[in-house]
């Protein structure tokens, strides 16, 4: 279970992981890596000797508050995540610069937020899902941008926080789907019968039915990470020299 660390005394934190004493292998290539001698190392343990003596706390992870500006998979990122120790509330900053750098975390007093900075329709996989799906009667290219074009401009009026969020998988955390509002599925309807008639108009229809919940259809919104850092609270020290001079000028006069 990892477990993370704060040395109040330096202010710098230790995740401690079950991999902390995983062995490293220094492997010259010339060689066959099942020669290669394990080099043995306890990360945690050298972490508590560089600190023996200072003041130390656990903080607690807290669950679901992990984000960053690249994708899951991307090695070299700075995320965030929220941490506390019970009375405070903090953010850590994670990053590394470069990929065979060991991963590093700074404490920083406050939190986060994202902001919404745009939403937008998937018309890449709209158009391919049109042409896959509209086999028996093909639907113009035209009308399949005018289709695009309508539903993006649509949603420009709408705000996210009306929306429902789906749980549509996504490689960055910054993006989030969305399923439309009823207005708006009423609105895209209306409108389509002034782009398509007939058995057209019937096979868009369900066209929308089938992929406004789970598909196509989803509203893509991205979102910006903001640090909030609180301000550091500066002691007033008062001091003690005026009362002290006019004791002086008392037993003077």
């Known amino acids: ?66 984000v960053s500006e690249k994708d899951y998979a991307e090695p070299v990122k700075v995320s965030y995540f929220r941490a506390t120790n019970g009375k405070e509330n903090f953010v850590v900053r994670k990053f590394r610069e470069r990929i065979g750098d060991p991963l590093r975390y700074e404490l920083i007093a406050g939190d986060y937020s994202l902001t919404c900075v745009s939403l937008d329709v998937q018309a890449r996989e709209i158009e391919k899902q049109m042409v896959r799906e509209f086999t028996e009667h093909p639907l113009s290219r035209n009308k399949i941008d005018s289709f695009v074009r309508l539903y993006g401009h649509i949603i420009k009026t709408v705000e996210v926080k009306n929306l429902e969020r789906v749980p549509e998988e996504s490689s960055n955390p910054l993006a989030v789907y969305y399923k439309m509002d009823d207005v708006t599925l009423m609105y895209l309807l209306r409108n389509c019968h002034h782009i398509f008639q007939g058995q057209e108009y019937s096979d868009v229809e369900k066209f929308i039915g089938s992929h406004k919940d789970d598909g196509v259809l989803l509203l893509k919104a991205t979102y910006k990470i903001q640090v909030l850092e609180r301000r550091k609270v500066e002691k007033k020290i008062v001091s003690s020299t005026p009362a002290l001079e006019r004791k002086k000028v008392k037993e003077i006069g």
């Open 1 to 66: 279970m990892n477990q993370l660390i704060h040395c109040i005394t330096c202010d710098t934190l230790f995740l401690k992981t079950p991999f902390d004493q995983e062995p490293e292998y220094d492997h010259t290539a010339p060689l066959p890596f099942v020669s290669t001698q394990p080099i043995e190392r306890d990360d945690f343990e050298d972490f508590m000797k560089d600190h023996h003596g200072h003041r130390m706390e656990d903080l607690t992870i807290l669950e679901d508050s992990f």
